[in-house]
Every structure is written in structure tokens, then in C-alpha cells.
């Protein structure tokens, strides 16, 4: 396993070097002081590899730099970059005429190799200078005395070999010169520099690996594991400080990569059972200029791709393929139903945001496509987005779209987002205020900018969209208490509507009631649609509505189903209106129901309704559903279903008592 690299403040430099060479780095490091943090270490061989090794566990040390044998042995025995006091011809040319000057029986002792410009220089001008190497520091004392013992007065070398010939009665003549060991200290910083940024995007792209719930492994070239991040150690009960530095295929046979490092092809999307657990495999080689250099594996959870496959499904058959609704739909001859009609055909021929309010089941998205439909943009595409039903990451990509290869499991080719989807046309964000904060941001700067940058891409795109938005939710509240973007609100509040209840229209009630039992009527095939009972009209007119248009809907199709078609004297009708819909007789109903066969008691004024709604509003409704919960038997979805709300409305209500 790789030393940890610190990215932080000046590199940290060993320079190491015995007697001769550590004087020489100590002439020049101070000229580099600004730009590293050296460090001279007078050792050699096995204990400047223990210091090394004991610094770059801690994470102190980002290079070493030494020459000649130190140098060659901390290369095979330490793991940080080690850079090597490189000896040129023209050095051991220079260092050898300063031994001839002192004594005509000069030797060369180089590590490892001689030179070959140097034999020819020798060769040219007819001089004797034997030469020869050396590997170990064992090997340099025995080529020292030999020397002496053949009257060799003066050796040139590096710093082991003018040190051992100073030892041993001789003249030694250091072999590097000081532009050498200049560039060996500048090579140091380089390489540090480099290792660096090499850590800082391995740093990136592991904290990246550690936010995936796909299991993610790389291999080298040799099949040992390098990363391994969090979700991998879950799939395979292994810590990642256990199985980096081993093996992949002693670690999980089944899971081996070595097949795609030997053939370069990749192998996608096989199932493997993995404990109780299936999972899809995809092995992936990683190729290089010089071949194949390792490989990658991911798993992922097959029962996690199923929901998410069901639910894009799902979803994806729930949208409307077209606008169903013009603003005709919206019916009610109502005073404050007149002026919203009016107001939505003024603000359908204008570009301008809108912003719809209004409690559930007010019919903001017919609203919404109604507008739509009265539109110059009445030929291109509505797209409606409900922005509390998607998770943040799901609604990001929904929204902007990816590029290919932009993460994990991108589609082949990438996916356009619902904003290019409803290019030229109109974006409906149903739920806005359930939007997450991280995505109000980059919403705001795509209404600002008018394009959107997909995830993983570097181009933006141009989009020509009308944005509708709509919310039951109180955005002005929620900008002063810090959960929705006062610049947001203020890009999405340019044209307002709000949407009233249906208690507050009650004089469109029986025409709505009307108009949607009859609907029900035509969905159970009836061939002569009947109007409503007498009896049911006078309760409907007496009931608050908290579900709207949305519950009278429910309620009148429950009716349908139970009444329609069949002739019943008084008291099996009242039976059957109570068993079709209970909540028409709880204490949330306005008055007490008519006898029997009653005609339906006139629609109460608006005003008056206000009034006497203000004062029962909040305690009948929360009395009314807890009445409904105990009818079901606890059970929410039933309770929910004859109340015609959402679950989410339901919870809603409850912790506001």
C-alpha cells in the first residue's frame, strides 16, 4: 500500500548523502530554501532506508534524493520516488584531469557502470586510467585496496569510493560536480511537485469513489488491488487497509480480473450471486500505450437497479404524452373562477414565469396545461416534473440531463433533461417548494442564463423554455425562515396566480358535482347518466372540502359506483350515501342533512362560507380525520383514499393539530 502523500505546505526533500556529497548538497540547498523543505541525512544503505521508510509512513516525506550505490539501494527498498545524483561524461572527464594533475596513477570507480565517452576519451590520448565499478559497498573497499596494492595513488569516485581512498592512504577526487548535483536537487522538487498533484486527484477521485453505492476495485497490471472504496468493502466484508497491496483473485476468485487484462475486452453487466445477495458485475481493462496496466471491477446491488428501473417505469408511463386540459376545463361560473380564467388567457400569451398557489387538488396543473394550450407555444412539448417525487440525485438528472460516461451507469449517448425535452415549449414544476437546496441553485441559474450544462458535461445548451411553477406551500414563509432561495422566489413570482379552494367557491359546486358524476357515470358505461340525488346534493353542499375539487371527484365517483342506475326509496338511499361516502356525515359537514328525498339547500354565499369556515377551519378537519382514521382502523392509505388526499397531505394536517 502506497505511503500517504501530504498536499499541504512546501515539499519535504531528504537529501542523502555520507561525507563528500552531503557537503556538497550542503553548499547548495540553501538556494532552494523557499521553494522545498530539505533535510541532509548522513546515512546510508539499510539505516537511511528504515528513516525513509519510518517518514513516509507518517506521511513527512515526498522524495529523496542520493547518488551512486545509497542511491541504487533505497530505489529497491523504499516506496517514495527517489531521485539519483546523475553522473555526466564530461564530470568524470573534469574530475580526472584534476587527478592527473596530482599523480599520473589515477583509477575511475564508478557504481554499476563505467562510460563510454570516457573509454574513448582515454583511448583518444593514449592514457592510462584503469576504470571499473562496483555494487555494493563491499565491493568498493575490495577495489580500494586492490587499488593501493597496485600503486594507485589517486581514485577518482563517487563519495563511498573518496571516502574509502582518503581511509586507506590515498588521494580520492569527488566524481560529481556541483551542476550535477544542482540538477538532481531540481529534479527532486519536480518530482515532488508531481507527486503532489498526483495525490490531490487521487484524493478527488476516492472521495468520489466513497459517495457510490457501487462497489468499486482497481487492480494494477499484476492483479493487486490499489482502490478499494466503502461500498466494495461492504459487498466483500473486507476493510479496503486489508485488501489494498493484495491480491484481487486470492481476495474474491469469482470476481478475478485477470480474463479481461488478458484479452483487453470488457465484460458488462453479469450476475453473480455474492452471499444472499445478486449483484451486477461489470469487469473493465484499462488500457495504456504499452498494453493493458490494470483493471477495474464494480458490483452493484440487482435488487437496488430493479427499483430504480420500476420507478423510472413508472413514471415514465404516469407522465402525460400531451396537454389534456385547455382553461374551458376549469370549470365554474363563479365570480373569482371568471377572473382567474381571464387572468391565466393574459398571462398564457406572455414568455414570463408563473408561479400557481393553491392547496392540493386545487387543479394547478390543469391550470398550468391550460395555459399551455392558450400559449403561442401551444405546438411544442409540456412537461410536467413533480419535484417532491424524485430523490435529489434522480431529479438532477431528470431535470438537466448527463452526458455519456458522466457516472456509473449513464445511458449509452447520454440523456437529454426535461429542460431540453420542453425546449421551445413549457416546463411544469409541479411541488417546487419541496424542491432541495442544492437544486434551487442550479435551477436559478438556468432561468437566468437560459441553458443548461448536463451532468458531466463542459458545453452548455441553449433552451427556450416557459417555466410554470406551482406550490401549496407558503414560498414568502419559507424564504424568511431560510429553506427556499429569496432570488429563486423572486425569478419564479414574476406572474402570480393563486388558485381558491373549493370552499371558497361554493356557488361552482353543484355544477362541478355535476359535471364530474356524470363522468363517473360514462366510466361505469351507463347509457343514461342520471343526475345526482337530491339527497347527496345537499350534503356535497354542505361539507367543507378540505381535499377540493380532488376529493369531489372521489367522492362523486364512490356515489356513482353504489347509487347510479339503481332506484332507491329514501332511507336505502341515505344508507348507501353513507356507507359511499362517511365523511359527507361527520361533524365536518357545515349543517345538518336533510330529511329524506330533500331538495338541496341553496348554495351559501361566498362570504358567509369564509366566515364560518375561519371559524371552524382547522379544528373540524383535524376532528374529521382522526374520525376517518378509527373508521379504518388506523389504516392511513384507506383513510387517505376516502378523504381524497395525498399521504403526505394527510401527515401534513396531523402535525399542524
Known amino acids: 500500500m502506497a505511503p500517504p502523500v501530504s498536499t499541504q505546505g512546501r515539499p519535504r526533500i531528504w537529501a542523502i548523502g555520507i561525507s563528500r556529497l552531503a557537503r556538497a548538497f550542503a553548499d547548495l540547498i540553501p538556494a532552494y530554501a523557499d521553494r522545498a523543505e530539505f533535510r541532509i541525512v548522513g546515512k546510508g544503505f539499510e539505516a537511511a532506508a528504515s528513516a525513509v521508510s519510518r517518514e513516509a509512513r507518517e506521511g513527512r516525506l515526498d522524495v529523496v534524493v542520493a547518488g551512486g550505490s545509497n542511491g541504487a539501494y533505497l530505489r529497491q527498498h523504499v516506496d517514495v520516488p527517489v531521485v539519483l545524483v546523475k553522473v555526466t561524461g564530461f564530470d568524470v572527464m573534469s574530475a580526472l584531469a584534476t587527478a592527473r594533475r596530482i599523480s599520473p596513477r589515477v583509477a575511475l570507480v564508478t557504481h554499476a557502470a563505467t562510460y563510454a565517452e570516457v573509454d574513448e576519451f582515454v583511448r583518444a590520448f593514449s592514457l592510462s586510467v584503469p576504470a571499473y565499478t562496483y555494487l555494493t559497498e563491499d565491493d568498493a573497499v575490495a577495489r580500494v585496496k586492490a587499488l593501493k596494492q597496485e600503486g594507485i595513488q589517486v581514485v577518482v569516485g563517487p563519495g563511498l569510493v573518496t571516502d574509502l581512498a582518503d581511509r586507506y592512504g590515498l588521494t580520492g577526487v569527488f566524481l560529481y560536480s556541483g551542476n550535477s548535483v544542482r540538477m538532481a536537487l531540481e529534479d527532486a522538487i519536480e518530482a515532488a511537485r508531481l507527486r503532489r498533484i498526483e495525490a490531490t486527484r487521487r484524493d478527488y477521485v476516492n472521495t468520489i469513489l466513497a459517495h457510490l453505492n457501487e462497489g468499486v476495485a482497481a487492480v494494477d497490471a499484476q492483479g493487486r488491488i490499489q482502490s478499494f472504496n466503502p461500498a466494495m468493502e461492504r459487498f466483500l466484508g473486507t476493510s479496503a487497509a486489508a485488501a489494498v497491496g493484495r491480491k484481487l483473485q486470492t481476495l474474491a ?67 402525460p404524452a400531451a396537454v389534456r386540459y385547455s382553461l374551458d376545463d376549469l370549470a365554474g361560473t363563479s365570480t373569482v373562477m371568471t377572473a382567474l380564467r381571464e387572468l391565466a388567457r393574459r398571462y398564457a400569451v406572455v414568455d414570463s414565469t408563473v408561479l400557481i398557489g393553491g392547496e392540493s387538488g386545487t387543479g394547478k396543473e390543469v391550470l398550468a396545461q391550460g395555459m399551455h394550450d392558450a400559449s403561442p407555444r401551444r405546438a411544442f412539448p409540456f412537461v410536467a416534473v413533480n419535484c417532491a417525487a424524485f430523490p435529489e440525485a434522480l431529479l438532477e438528472s431528470e431535470l438537466f440531463g448527463y452526458e455519456e460516461g458522466a457516472f456509473t451507469g449513464a445511458r449509452r449517448g447520454g440523456k437529454a433533461g426535461l429542460f431540453e425535452s420542453a425546449h421551445n415549449g413549457t416546463l411544469f414544476l409541479d411541488e417546487v417548494g419541496d424542491m432541495p437546496s442544492a437544486l434551487q441553485t442550479r435551477l436559478l441559474r438556468v432561468l437566468q442564463e437560459k441553458q443548461v450544462l448536463p451532468i458531466g458535461g463542459l458545453d452548455a445548451v441553449p433552451v427556450n423554455v416557459r417555466v410554470i411553477a406551482a406550490t401549496h406551500r407558503d414560498l414568502a414563509a419559507m424564504v424568511r425562515d431560510g429553506s427556499f432561495r429569496q432570488d429563486l422566489y423572486y425569478r419564479l413570482n414574476i406572474l402570480r396566480i393563486a388558485m381558491p379552494p373549493l370552499r371558497e367557491r361554493a356557488e361552482d359546486l353543484p355544477e362541478l358535482a355535476e359535471l364530474l358524476y356524470r363522468r363517473a ?14 339527497a347527496a346534493r345537499a350534503r356535497l353542499a354542505r361539507y367543507r372540502w378540505p381535499g377540493n375539487i380532488r376529493e369531489l371527484e372521489n367522492v362523486t365517483e364512490r356515489i356513482a359506483v353504489l347509487v347510479a342506475g339503481r332506484r332507491l326509496d329514501g332511507e336505502a338511499l341515505q344508507r348507501e350515501l353513507q356507507a359511499a361516502a362517511p365523511e359527507l356525515f361527520g361533524e365536518a359537514a357545515l349543517a345538518t342533512a336533510p330529511a329524506p328525498g330533500a331538495e338541496a339547500a341553496p348554495a ?32 392511513r392509505t384507506a383513510a387517505c383514499h376516502i378523504l381524497g388526499i395525498s399521504p403526505t397531505t394527510l401527515w401534513r394536517r396531523l402535525k399542524a393539530a
Do not use: F, Y
Open 604 to 635: 351559501v354565499p361566498a362570504a358567509r362560507a369564509r366566515r364560518s369556515l375561519a371559524r371552524v377551519k382547522q379544528s373540524s378537519e383535524v376532528d374529521h380525520i382522526r374520525r376517518v382514521l378509527e373508521e379504518c382502523g388506523g389504516d
Open 253 to 319: 476468485p469469482s470476481l478475478a480480473l485477470e480474463g479481461v487484462m488478458q484479452t483487453g475486452d470488457k465484460e458488462l453487466e453479469a450476475i453473480h450471486k455474492l452471499g444472499d445477495k445478486m449483484v451486477v458485475v461489470n469487469r473493465i481493462p484499462i488500457l495504456g500505450e504499452a498494453g493493458t496496466t490494470g483493471a477495474v471491477l464494480t458490483i452493484q446491488d440487482a435488487s437496488a437497479i430493479q427499483r430504480v428501473d420500476r420507478n423510472l417505469r413508472s413514471r415514465s408511463r404516469a407522465r
Open 521 to 534: 357515470q360514462d366510466r361505469l358505461g351507463l347509457e343514461r347518466p342520471q343526475r345526482l340525488p337530491a
